[in-house]
């Protein structure tokens, strides 16, 4: 049954920091396209992981659902009642569904990099890259080995500072069928080409990689939004290669988060697109 008779609906995203979240302003240009302005609210909440059993201990009926941001996707999974599939393969939720007093824990950001990478043209299920490098081994990391399997790639090396510290990064992926290698960020350039090169780094630890990576052709996922271009995505659109941005993961993930918080499949993906980059363009 849908969320969406009800009246006085809440949802929010939690993290910590969060200040910075471009979830409310997707979530309410949703509600607002979609006649729910007024109803149902979205708000940012600063939350840490020691603080997140006792928020959720305090949600009344009105809660619909809650986005999670770090450091909150992986103990999401042991305060939920239930878990999908995918949440439990990739080993972390960043979304809280709440509904009849229980908490169902999902993962949308699977499902926004496979729609990313499928809206650029640079990847299609059954039309998959294949071959991946993926820089970085944390959550978004693991989300985007699981999404590269889901589209069909066979193969992916994952490059990391450390490691041993990436055994469990790399389990998700071969979770899902994918055959994943490790190695150090150092080696970047001795599996380059790949087809496709999805970093995961933060700030500017990508910047080193811009030449190789721009040199070998590949197409380039950085899920960096802000502050765009990164360095490394300016240098891969210098020599000509594709070139796909952080935002439209981050807005086909809250997409699918605003369809399971609502229980309505009517969700106003351009709507949310505009409202979103304007956002970027302000704060630009």
Request: hydrophobic letters at 50%; aromatic letters at 4%; a negative charge.
């Amino acid at each position: 049954m849908s969320d969406t008779g009800r009246t006085g609906r809440r949802a929010a995203v939690l993290g910590s920091p969060i200040a910075h979240s471009l979830s409310p302003v997707l979530h309410r240009a949703a509600y607002a396209a979609m006649g729910l302005d007024g109803a149902w609210t979205y708000e940012a909440v600063e939350c840490g992981e020691p603080e997140l059993a006792g928020f959720l201990g305090g949600l009344g009926p009105e809660w619909a659902g809650l986005s999670l941001t770090m450091p909150l996707k992986r103990v999401a999974l042991d305060l939920a009642d239930s878990v999908s599939d995918l949440a439990a393969g990739v080993g972390g939720a960043n979304t809280l569904v709440l509904r009849d007093g229980r908490r169902h824990a999902d993962n949308t950001d699977v499902h926004g990099i496979v729609a990313a990478l499928t809206e650029a043209g640079v990847a299609a299920p059954g039309a998959a890259p294949a071959s991946a490098l993926v820089l970085g081994g944390g959550a978004t990391a693991a989300s985007a080995l699981a999404a590269l399997a889901r589209l069909g790639t066979a193969e992916a090396v994952l490059a990391v500072r450390t490691p041993g510290r990436a055994a469990g990064t790399a389990a998700v992926g071969e979770r899902f069928g994918l055959a994943v290698e490790v190695v150090t960020l150092d080696r970047v350039g001795d599996h380059l080409p790949a087809e496709l090169v999805v970093s995961t780094l933060p700030g500017r630890a990508a910047d080193a990689f811009a030449a190789p990576v721009a040199a070998s052709g590949a197409a380039l996922f950085d899920v960096v939004y802000a502050p765009w271009p990164t360095v490394l995505a300016a240098a891969v659109e210098r020599a000509g290669g594709t070139v796909v941005g952080g935002f439209p993961m981050l807005l086909h993930q809250a997409v699918r988060q605003v369809a399971l918080m609502t229980g309505r499949d009517d969700v106003p993906v351009e709507a949310m697109r505009a409202a979103g980059e304007a956002e970027l363009a302000r704060r630009g």
